[in-house]
């Protein structure tokens, strides 16, 4: 496939071998494959820098927390933002309701971290996709975080459905909030 013998005369002398005349077999070589493996090469970098040409981030916790803190001032509270390392904490205020919104990671490794915070300001619920949970969920949070991924690196719109951690006082009726408005971010 792409070589060629070529048998020489008997009494002729091959240019490579230094041999008495004999029958010597000059093998020429074809640069085709070559060259389809080159420009396949060239063809899948090219599509690669294209298509991965950044992670998903997980959403701008920025983003996020100005999405919460205008979902808020809808219903009647006042927020403020606190930057803390590389997440967001959004106070909110609303008479005697007081509240602690944070975004918990959707494998529950932040889940102590949160805990402490809400601690000094009352009970902790969870929310996801417009539904409030006594507990942090657990599956449905990393099937939505994995399919994204694959949303993301198919060039689809990556929809976001960030869990929340809210801290609530006893005055404050978190249930009552309609979250579903924040359910899908992207």
Known sequence: MGHRAVKLLPGSRSPWSSQSPSLVLAVTHSYAPKLFLAAALALT???KLLLYHREPDPADPEMLGKAVAA??????????LEKRFSSI?????AGKCRMLISKAVPQGWD????????????RL??????AVHAHQPFLAPMLDEYWMRVRFKLGLSP???????????????VDALPWWELGVLS
């Not at 889940?111 to 009352?122: D, F, Y």
């Open 159 to 173: 929809n976001r459905h960030p869990v929340l951690a809210v801290a609530a006082s006893d005055d404050c009726a």
């Open 45 to 47: 970098l090219a599509l």
């Open 71 to 80: 979902f808020l001032l809808q219903h009647g509270y006042e927020s403020r």
């Open 125 to 130: 619920t969870y929310v996801f996709d417009g």
């Open 89 to 93: 904490l959004i106070h909110a205020n």
């Open 111 to 122: 889940r102590s971290s949160i805990e402490l915070l809400a601690k000094p300001v009352g």
